[in-house]
């Protein structure tokens, strides 16, 4: 099998994350070039790269402005800046991996899903959860009609609350206007799950949701604007006080956005740097207008229902599957409670099925449970001409769902039809 040549356009987090995994297999991939107005993401790209002719770009427009040198590219901008260099990538014949979601709007999504087909190009979308064991596993058992008819179902995902504080308040996501509205922008992935699971076009949606928390109403008296101005006292008392991005446990976060994604350990560079980073204020005063929970209620083309909880005071994500047959309950409330991964009650016998999947490998990149290395996989399905699984064709049923979602939220919940 020939290697895969790939790009970048967006060297954070989401790309190096791919690139790292895809460096671990030399044979199958060739790192060729990355784009980004932070050099030193450019050179950390560069430095997981094995070819000598790496092109390295400071803008999308610049690397596209080149003659075509990748089979595939990376676009792991931000939401508001997939949608042009999406756009002109596939009139130069590029296939894509494009982060989630897609676009900032559903027609812009379907336009790029049209224009894939004309160019005759593939668009993967990002959706790490298809490809990990426990999903798949999932998949596997409903296709086996196990469960029988699929009646209902309720899944939910727990964001948590310092991701809530660190990406939908003062993050990149904050303001649906500059991203996407936080169902769209975290939640396209369970619904996309969700719309995989039933198998059926989704005909009606409704939704309530709000920013109950993370608002002025609940900022402490006397407690800076910017944290790094406040003493040990507010670091203490105030469970999302910026200080404790400093903390060796803590740095984590700050990986994902700090310019250089080599240089934490320059404590005073990096502290001067979060102060003056949309990071350091106080997670009670930003400017951020998405909610920190939601419902999702679906009804599917054969009468089924599904309902999903977003909301920032829980962690991981839970799925129950309600069939004719027998029911299914997994994620990670189900494992932190039980033990185990999948539980099915078989609704006649009354028999209780319990699976635990294997571990993943020690060596293996555990990101998403392995469906960051899963995804990297698939990829080679556009070398191999085998089936590509997540197209942005299979996979736009959830940002239909999703921008319908925030419709009816902002209309008091009032029923969306989907056409």
């Known amino acids: 099998m020939k290697k895969l040549r790939i790009a970048a356009i967006g060297c954070g987090s989401r790309a190096r994350t ?9 044979d199958q991939w060739e790192i060729v070039g990355g784009a980004d107005p932070i050099e030193e993401r450019v050179e950390f790209i560069k430095g997981l790269s094995s070819s000598d002719t790496f092109q390295s770009f400071s803008s999308a427009e610049e ?3 080149a003659d075509k040198f990748a089979d595939v590219v990376i676009i792991a901008t931000q939401d508001n800046y997939h949608y042009e260099p999406a756009k002109k990538a596939l009139k130069k014949g590029y296939h894509l991996l494009l982060e989630k979601p897609a676009c900032q709007t559903l027609d812009q999504a379907v336009e790029i899903a049209e224009l894939a087909e004309k160019q005759q190009c593939k ?5 790490v959860l298809r490809y990990t064991q426990i999903y798949r596993t999932v998949k596997s058992i409903i296709d086996s009609g196990k469960l029988g008819d699929i009646i209902s179902l309720r899944a939910s995902e727990g964001v948590g609350a310092w991701h809530q504080a660190h990406s939908y308040v003062r993050g990149h996501w904050s303001k649906s206007a500059q991203s996407t509205p ?7 992935h369970d619904l996309d799950i969700i719309s995989w699971f039933m198998g059926q076009p989704c005909q009606r949606v409704s939704s309530f949701g709000s920013l109950s928390y993370f608002n002025s109403k609940n900022r402490q008296p006397g407690s800076p604007d910017n944290c790094l101005d406040g003493d040990e006292a507010h670091k203490e008392n105030c469970d999302f006080c910026a200080q404790k991005y400093l903390d060796e446990d803590m740095k984590n976060w700050l990986k994902l956005v700090y310019p250089d994604p080599n240089g ?13 980073s949309p990071w350091a204020r106080n997670a009670f005063s930003c400017d951020n207008d998405v909610v920190d929970h939601q419902v999702v209620n679906m009804e599917f083309a ?4 599904a309902a999903l909880t977003m909301t920032a005071f829980d962690m991981g994500r839970t799925i129950e599957i309600y069939g004719t047959k027998a029911s299914l309950r997994a994620g990670d409330a189900i494992k932190s409670h039980f033990d185990k991964d999948i539980v099915i009650r078989h609704h006649l016998s009354g028999e209780i099925e319990n ?15 392995g469906g960051d290395y899963g ?6 399905a556009l070398i191999t001409g085998d089936s590509v699984d997540g197209t942005i064709q299979q996979t736009i049923e959830s940002h239909r769902i999703g921008f319908a979602a925030e419709a009816s939220r902002l209309a008091n919940g009032l029923p969306v039809e989907l056409i």
């Open 18 to 26: 791919y690139l790292s995994i895809a460096s671990q297999f030399p």
């Open 63 to 65: 690397l596209l402005a």
């Open 123 to 127: 668009v993967i979308l990002c959706f």
């Open 182 to 188: 936080m169902i769209v922008a975290k939640c396209s």
């Open 264 to 276: 934490l350990d320059d404590t005073e560079k990096v502290t001067e740097w979060l102060k003056n």
């Open 302 to 305: 054969n009468g089924a229902t």
């Open 355 to 369: 699976l635990t999947l294997p571990d993943l490998p020690e060596e293996d990149y555990k990101g998403h449970g």
């Open 375 to 380: 995804l990297v996989e698939a990829l080679n």
